[in-house]
């Protein structure tokens, strides 16, 4: 079983649209969590830091519940530029900064 | 401007032709990783260093070594290269403390005919 598991998709979606990823991590001594944005075979970039509280940032929210060791991320009003894939990633601090990745979510948004 | 650079971005070669994959931070970032992505796999750890002279295996290390000789760098060393470790490569580098902000590298797409 993988560390981290995503629904791979694709999520084909019209624009204006709301949609929810979800993820799930079977290592319940991981302790930081983050949703990345990759772009077609790009680098990887931080979309946002997920907490126990839930955490908003524009058209963005992230959920995270520690119980059943799962992750979401709702997009609202989904745009042409969310296209992208979405990486779920959470951090095992016995191994320092260690990041280990989802396999990804791909989010196609058409007009 | 803070960044991670990568060099090459782009390479081909043939099996057995030792190759090196360098990077490099401005950012004073104790803690660096290699990591290597592969469809249906996400990217996994290959090797990661927590200072200088200080690395360690992540998880996928067979066929790869590293060095980290100076703090800003922290190349990638395939001395055997084989078809299997064709693939897109990324480093990055963050603050050693935990949970910190990874920043990556651009990636170098290796091809290993």
């Known amino acids: 079983r993988k560390e981290v598991e995503q629904d791979p998709g694709p999520f084909n979606v019209p624009e204006g649209a709301t949609v929810a990823f979800n993820c799930t991590y079977s290592?319940?001594?991981?302790?930081?969590f983050f949703w990345y944005r990759q772009d077609c075979r790009k680098e990887p970039k931080l979309l946002m830091s997920?907490?126990?509280s839930g955490n908003e940032d524009g058209r963005f929210t992230a959920q995270l519940n520690r119980a059943s060791q799962y992750i979401s991320l709702l997009i609202r009003d989904s745009k042409l530029s969310d296209s992208a894939t979405y990486l779920c990633v959470v951090n095992n601090w016995e191994y320092g900064n260690k990041l280990v990745f989802g396999a990804g979510t791909i989010l196609r948004v058409k007009s | 401007e803070a960044q991670v650079t990568q060099n090459p971005r782009y390479l081909i070669t043939v099996t057995g032709k030792k190759l090196t994959v360098t990077c490099s931070q401005n950012?004073?970032?104790?803690?660096m990783s290699w990591y290597r992505q592969d469809p249906g796999l996400g990217l996994r750890q290959i090797y990661y260093?927590?200072?200088?002279?200080?690395?360690d295996k992540g998880d996928v290390p067979e066929g790869y070594k590293v060095s980290r000789k100076e703090k800003r760098n922290f190349p990638l060393i395939l001395e055997s290269p084989s078809p299997n470790q064709t693939s897109l490569y990324f480093c990055a580098s963050s603050f050693r403390d935990r949970g910190q902000t990874q920043y990556f590298g651009p990636g170098t797409r290796l091809l290993v005919l």
């Open positions: 260093s927590m200072n200088v002279e200080v690395t």
């Open positions: 997920v907490y126990s």
């Open positions: 950012m004073n970032h104790e803690y």
């Open positions: 290592n319940s001594a991981s302790q930081s």
